[in-house]
């Protein structure tokens, strides 16, 4: 099961990858964790401390590991073919809830043409991690698929737009069902976040059917979420929050259709 998560910026989609990824490893299904948003903050979502979670080297910062991948002495040229299964050994963290996880940091767009040696080892990890291996991959992206080269995306098995019922946020989650599209994601559902009442609900399901986007369930709203994230504590432990609640709902739907398939 291969499950790219996006979104527009605010509207929880850290707390969704992070609470499949921990609902999956609740299953006994081996998962790794990839965060590959600008701004990483799904180590604090799985439970790792604050101090912990700074002192993580996002694999794109990490020069010593990326010119040993790529360097050949000279100036300018570096290797394009190398191995990254030892990458996933030596810098996955493992989370207080079991989940593996790999920050990647920032990247070019892949559709740029960068090739830079960052860019290069990133994309052979993420081929490496969606195509070669078998756990479970939760990827918390950008709002986009920037991260994503056209054949990686077509070994994702799904992905999940996350969005709230702001119409900018609705707006950036047609374009990213363009794109993935586009880059051949087979599976393309949207997941309504932080609804307050039956009217966001309607204004999600609306916009959805409007540009064919098929809706996989909604989160409410959930102070409980807001008040711990407040104190720098991860969410995941109130099990009995109704947003945790829904998002195992989710996670329950998603295995059901990867036994079907």
């Known amino acids: 099961m291969k499950i790219a998560v996006s979104g527009k910026g605010g509207v929880g989609k850290t707390l969704i990858a992070g609470g499949l990824a921990y609902s999956l490893v609740s299953r006994g299904i081996k998962t790794v964790a990839i965060d590959a948003d600008p701004s990483p903050n799904l180590a604090l979502t799985l439970g790792l401390p604050i101090e912990e979670a700074r002192q993580i080297l996002p694999i794109s910062e990490n020069k010593e590991l ?8 000279y100036a300018g040229v570096f290797r394009l073919s190398f191995t990254v299964d030892d990458i996933v050994r030596d810098f996955s963290v493992i989370t207080p809830f079991g989940v593996n996880l790999i920050v990647m940091g920032t990247v070019q767009s892949m559709g740029s ?10 994309r052979a990890l993420l081929r490496h991690l969606i195509v070669e291996r078998n756990e479970a991959i ?5 709002a986009g698929i920037e991260h994503i080269g056209r054949g990686t995306a077509q070994h994702v098995d799904l992905m999940l737009i996350v969005a709230d019922a702001n119409m ?8 990213i069902y363009k794109l993935a599209n586009q880059a051949g994601i087979r599976q393309i559902f949207l997941v309504g976040n932080k609804i307050r009442k039956s009217l966001e ?14 809706v996989l369930d909604f989160v409410p709203y959930d102070q409980t979420i807001l008040d711990a ?6 969410p995941l432990r109130h099990k ?6 829904a998002i195992e709902r989710i996670c329950d739907k998603l295995v059901a259709m990867a036994k079907n398939n």
Request: some cysteine; aromatic content about 2%; proline content about 2%.
């Open 240 to 245: 009995n929050s109704v947003a945790i609640c």
């Open 138 to 142: 939760i990827m918390d992206m950008e």
């Open 66 to 73: 990326i010119e040993s991948k790529t360097g050949t002495g």
């Open 201 to 214: 609900e309607k204004t999600i399901e609306s916009f959805a059917d409007k540009n064919s986007i098929k």
């Open 113 to 122: 043409g960068c090739t830079c040696p960052a860019n290069a080892v990133i």
């Open 229 to 234: 994230e407040m104190q720098g504590e991860t």
């Open 168 to 175: 900018k946020s609705l707006e950036t989650a047609h374009s």
